[in-house]
């Protein structure tokens, strides 16, 4: 085969064959593994080329044989993929008040325990000093050093500009950003993205979403946030704020929201406000299970809310059924506009599975034309919070890989 690569890179051991040594990388990742012949041909490169990058590859540790594809007529091709031990990537799930982590292999399996932290944004000064003192045990535990690490993965709330790295919800003094500080702390390669984002690449590459082209990842906790994908790749927005679900007003004249406008959707339907609506009722006397699940009313949270559901308690069934009312109506509004195959729900709220789900899907008949809701499937997601954390892997490795057609 002629030398057809757009890059020229025979002859040229430089950047072009670091970058191309990346991609070759990037497609073992996202494909799995590939015969010299395959790699040739996607990178249009000769299979001398090829055959010596993936020499230089696994000499370097990165790649090794897996096994033998299927015959075209002759002898069967020997299969090259990545060596799921060649590197680790960090992943952080940081919320308002605690934090999960975990160290992965580039085959996405975490190295140990995934830890929890309760520390988060709002609970303690010093969060990013002591997740750095946790990554440093964790490693140090899995016998990993340093140099094995090709970054790290934050998952964050919050109005985050990509671009900037700066996380204008949490704002730290001297204008200093979480992304600086976080970088600064941890040695290595940092990359933050917003959680419901990262939750929604994670639904994308090894949940709900994974092949399917237009899903909405609601993320459903303590706020009310969207991940959008768009033909298979998350919906960004200009800035990358897209997304802000729960703050599209809802009700006219209604609550203050802590975004400064009013009426919000998070301000009727959030997790936060089912329980403050189920504390309000049951210290004002109403009979309900949750009572006998809590020492008192303000032990009460949105676990012992679903599990009281779940036990058929009509209290909490009711206030899920409220719930889903101001959800379908906003749902509504994305359905027609984007016309989505998939809703997958996710956040603490998705613990309720088809408690809410099935009243979400039933309400949504009432506000969406029947022709467009037809097609959309609303799924409770099945890897729940873990999403975030799987989300913030191809995150990084998108980025160091260079991968360019992804989900990313
Ligand atoms: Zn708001």
Redo the contacts with the bound molecule.
């Keep these: 085969m002629a030398e057809t690569d757009p890059i020229s890179i025979a002859g040229t051991p430089g950047t072009n064959r670091t970058l191309m040594k990346k991609k070759i990388l990037g497609v073992l990742y996202k494909n799995g593994p590939g015969s010299i012949t395959d790699i040739s041909k996607l990178f249009r490169l000769s299979i001398p080329t090829t055959a010596s990058i993936i020499n230089e590859l696994t000499n370097d540790g990165w790649v090794g044989q897996t096994g033998m594809g299927n015959s075209a007529g002759g002898r069967p091709p020997v299969l090259y993929g990545l060596q799921p031990h060649a590197k680790y990537i960090v992943g952080i799930d940081v919320s308002r008040r605690h934090s999960r982590l975990a160290v992965f292999t580039l085959a996405n399996s975490p190295v140990g325990n995934i830890v929890e932290i309760p520390v988060g944004l709002e609970n303690s000064d010093n969060t990013t000093q002591i997740l750095t003192d946790h990554v440093s045990k964790l490693l140090k535990s899995n016998d990993i050093p340093q140099s094995k690490l090709l970054g790290y993965g934050i998952a964050m709330p919050g109005l985050h500009d990509v671009r900037k790295g700066i996380n204008y919800s949490y704002q730290l003094p001297g204008n200093t950003s979480v992304a600086t500080l976080f970088s600064e702390t941890l040695e290595g390669h940092v990359c933050i993205e917003n959680d419901t984002k990262s939750m929604a690449l994670g639904e994308a590459w090894f949940g709900r979403a994974k092949g399917i082209k237009d899903a909405l990842c609601l993320n459903i906790g303590t706020g009310i946030g969207m991940g959008i994908i768009i033909d298979g790749k998350i919906f960004r927005g200009q800035s990358g704020f897209s997304g802000e679900f729960?703050?599209i007003q809802l009700v006219t004249d209604g609550k203050l929201?802590?975004?400064?406008?009013t009426g919000?959707l998070?301000?009727v339907a959030s997790g936060a406000e089912i329980v403050r609506k189920a504390k309000k009722s049951i210290a004002g006397g109403m009979t309900s299970l949750i009572s006998d699940f809590v020492s008192d009313t303000s032990a009460i949270d949105l676990k012992t809310i679903i599990q009281a559901a779940s036990e058929g308690d009509i209290f909490s069934i009711q206030l899920l059924e409220d719930t889903s009312e101001h959800l379908a109506r906003g749902l509504a509004m994305v359905i027609h506009l984007l016309n989505p195959q998939m809703i997958i729900i996710g956040g603490s709220l998705s613990a309720a599975g088809p408690l809410i789900s099935e009243p979400i899907r039933h309400k949504l008949t009432k506000y969406t034309i029947g022709q467009i809701l037809q097609d959309v499937s609303i799924q409770i997601s099945d890897l729940g919070r873990d999403a975030i954390l799987l989300g913030t892997i191809p995150y990084v490795l998108s980025n160091y890989f260079e991968l360019q057609s992804d989900n990313y």
């Design positions: 729960g703050h929201c802590y975004c400064g406008k919000c998070e301000t």
